[in-house]
Structures are given as structure tokens and as C-alpha cells.
């Protein structure tokens, strides 16, 4: 049966961000169908650019099934989940999305491999905040944090991100070890932990490092902006066509050279004030003032203020394009201009 299925690349959460700019590339530079899910009904730009899309959600198991009903799933690039600030307010359906609805997909990777005796690639971004730092005495000590280094987070989603990393790191190294015959076809897990994004074309919604997107369009559309941590907060950032470009080499990238399944990988840090002046620089009427939440900040300031991501660079070659100036100067005021000129 399998053979009669079209194969695809399914990517959930596919409305979101990191989705937007993953779809655009991927319809350009792949000649595989790409199949859609997403809670909310694809963008119609988005739309056409996927053989088909999906309204639902991850944890809906008819609607995973009647996907592989209709595609041989090769490809997944699991990008649904719910961010650091939202999953705090609801915790519990926090794990479900998270946690239940990456295993679910792990498993759907795995039967997919089996049925067609091919390793199903399978992409996961997850997150600095994995990362937990106790204090910020020791935040500015550790400096540039490894992938091991301080892995105690103090948030839902930083513990559901980390768990996934090890699943995927199972899935594709141990799964059924004892096995009298084990299987052939693990799960292709391959995991990359982001910093802080920042996307000239989207705004980001329910993330702890949102005040740094957030100051950059409030200025460019002539909104005052009370940024929720303190002026010296500091954490790793990277563009987001970075972003896209860190995710595609790493799923291009010859199996291997991977020494590893879960990466670390950033661009610039800088503080929150560094933000602030460059926008202040750029957008003169900008009105940013610093408003800290104790309960936000206390999560940022448990976060590295770097990461070291020198094994993405030897395993899978990994350089951010854009540097400060570059996603500034380069990427986020022209194309945020030209984003708000009519408005
Ligand atoms: N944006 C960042 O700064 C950042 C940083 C580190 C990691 N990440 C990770 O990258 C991935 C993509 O993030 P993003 O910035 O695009 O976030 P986003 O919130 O913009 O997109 C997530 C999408 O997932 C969808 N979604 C949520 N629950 C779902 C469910 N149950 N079923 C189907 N879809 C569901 C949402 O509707 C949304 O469109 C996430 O896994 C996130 O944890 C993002």
C-alpha cells in the first residue's frame, strides 16, 4: 500500500514564524510535496505554496492518521509547540502539545521509516531555554554555555524541550536495544536548540525573549514600547532567515558528520539596551522604555547570555549569514520599512 502514497515533507506548526519562513524556502528549493498542519488555518500565501494543508492539531490522532493515510511521511519538521510565556499560564496543555505531541510524531516517524524501510528525517527545533542558570552571578560566569552545560530549566517548555531532545536522541540511537531483532530504520533526529529569533516579517507571540522583536516593529509602526526586562538583560539572538538556514543545512547535512543529535547554535548577543539604541539610532521618534516584569525577567535572566555552538560548526559547517549589524542594518530595518511604509 504504501507505495501507492505520495511522499511528502510535513511540517506542524506551519502558521507559525519559523513555519512562514521554512515554507518559503522549502517550496523553492525541494521538489517534495509539502503537507501543512497547523491549530489555525494556513495563511492563503502559505497555501499555495503547500500540496495540502491540515486545520488541527498535533494531539488529534484521527487527524495524524488520515495524514498518513494519504502521504508517505519522509520528512517532518516539527515546529508546533507552545511557547515559553504561554505554556507557564497553562502548563498542562503545555505538556500535551509538547511533550504527548512530539512523542506521537516520533512514533509516526518511526512507523513511517518501518513501512517504508527508509529513516525518516525528523527536525526539531528546540530552545535555549533549556538552559538554567540559578542566578545571575553564575549566568556571567558560565559565559558561553555547551550543550550540556546547565540543563535544569526552570520553565514548562524549557523541561518539555529538553525531554524531547532526549526522545529524539532514543528514538534514533537506542530504540529497542534489547530487541531480538532491532530496527533497521530509527528515527533521523537531528535537533537544534535556537536563541531568541527575530523575524522582520512576523510578530512572535507567547515567547520570553519577544521584547526584542517586539521593540524593533512597535518603532518602525510609531508605537511606544515598555520593553518587560531590564535594560542589561542578555541573551543570544539570531535572523530568522538564519533560523531557517541553520534548520535546512542541518537537515541536508550527511548523517555522518553528525557526532551528535542536538545542537547548539546562535549569532549575536547583545543586551537589551544594545537593541534599544540601535532602534532608537535608526527609528529617531521611537519611544522605548524599560519596564521590567520580576516574573519574566527572572526567566530571561536564567537563560545563557551566549552559547557555545562550535560542534554545529565542525559537525554541519553552521555560520549565521547575518551578524548584529547584518540582522540590523542589513535584514531587519529595510525590510520592516518597506513592511510599514504603506501603514
Ligand atoms: N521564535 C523563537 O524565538 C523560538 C526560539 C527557540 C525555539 N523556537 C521553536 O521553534 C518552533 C517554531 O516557533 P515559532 O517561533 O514559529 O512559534 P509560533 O508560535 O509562531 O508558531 C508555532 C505554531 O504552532 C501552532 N500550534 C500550537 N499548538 C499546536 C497544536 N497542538 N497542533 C498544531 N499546531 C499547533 C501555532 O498555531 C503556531 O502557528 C517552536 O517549536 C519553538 O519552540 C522558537
Given at each position: 500500500m504504501s507505495g501507492m502514497r505520495k511522499s511528502a515533507i510535513l511540517i506542524t506548526g506551519a502558521n507559525g514564524e519559523v513555519g512562514h519562513g521554512l515554507i518559503e524556502r522549502l517550496s523553492e528549493e525541494s521538489s517534495d510535496p509539502i503537507v501543512a498542519l497547523d491549530?489555525?488555518?494556513?495563511?492563503p500565501e502559505l497555501k499555495k505554496r503547500c500540496a495540502a494543508s491540515y486545520a488541527g492539531s498535533i494531539v488529534d490522532r484521527a487527524l495524524m492518521e488520515r495524514i498518513v493515510s494519504e502521504y508517505r511521511v519522509r520528512e517532518i519538521y516539527h515546529l508546533a509547540a507552545l511557547l515559553s510565556t504561554r505554556a507557564e499560564f497553562t502548563p498542562d496543555t503545555a505538556h500535551d502539545v509538547n511533550v504527548t505531541g512530539t512523542l506521537d510524531l516520533l512514533r509516526l516517524a518511526r512507523d513511517q521509516g518501518s513501512w517504508a524501510a527508509e529513516s525518516v528525517k525528523f527536525l526539531f527545533p528546540s530552545s535555549i531555554a533549556v538552559f538554567g542558570l540559578p542566578d545571575l552571578e553564575t549566568k556571567r560566569a558560565a559565559g558561553s554555555v555547551k550543550?550540556?552545560?546547565?540543563?535544569?530549566?526552570?520553565?514548562m517548555y524549557g523541561c518539555n524541550k529538553l525531554y524531547c531532545e532526549q526522545l529524539g536522541r532514543y528514538y534514533a540511537?537506542?530504540?529497542?536495544?534489547?530487541?531480538?531483532?532491532?530496527?533497521?530504520?530509527?528515527v533521523d533526529f537531528r535537533c537544534l536548540r535556537y536563541p531568541g529569533l527575530i523575524s522582520a516579517t512576523t510578530l512572535p507571540q507567547g515567547g520570553t525573549s519577544d521584547y526584542a522583536p517586539e521593540m524593533i516593529h512597535a518603532a518602525a509602526s510609531r508605537k511606544p514600547y515598555a520593553c518587560f526586562v531590564r535594560e542589561d538583560t542578555v541573551i543570544p539572538f539570531m535572523a530568522m532567515p538564519d533560523a531557517i538556514d541553520a534548520i535546512l543545512s542541518l537537515a541536508r547535512a550527511d548523517v555522518g558528520h553528525l557526532k551528535r543529535r542536538v545542537y547548539n547554535v546562535t549569532s549575536f548577543s547583545a543586551t537589551a539596551g544594545d537593541i534599544r539604541d540601535r532602534v532608537a539610532a535608526h527609528f529617531p521618534h521611537a519611544e522605548i522604555t524599560f519596564a521590567p516584569d520580576e516574573k519574566r525577567q527572572r526567566i530571561v535572566d536564567s537563560w545563557p547570555s551566549d552559547v557555545d555552538d562550535s560542534w554545529a560548526r565542525s559537525d554541519w559547517d553552521w555560520d549565521a549569514k547575518h551578524d548584529i549589524d547584518a540582522t540590523f542594518n542589513g535584514y531587519l530595518f529595510p525590510v520592516i520599512e518597506k513592511k510599514y511604509a504603506g501603514a
Open positions: 491549530l489555525m488555518e494556513i495563511e550543550e550540556w552545560e546547565w540543563t535544569a530549566p526552570m520553565t540511537n537506542h530504540y529497542r536495544q534489547l530487541a531480538e531483532e532491532p530496527s533497521e530504520y530509527n
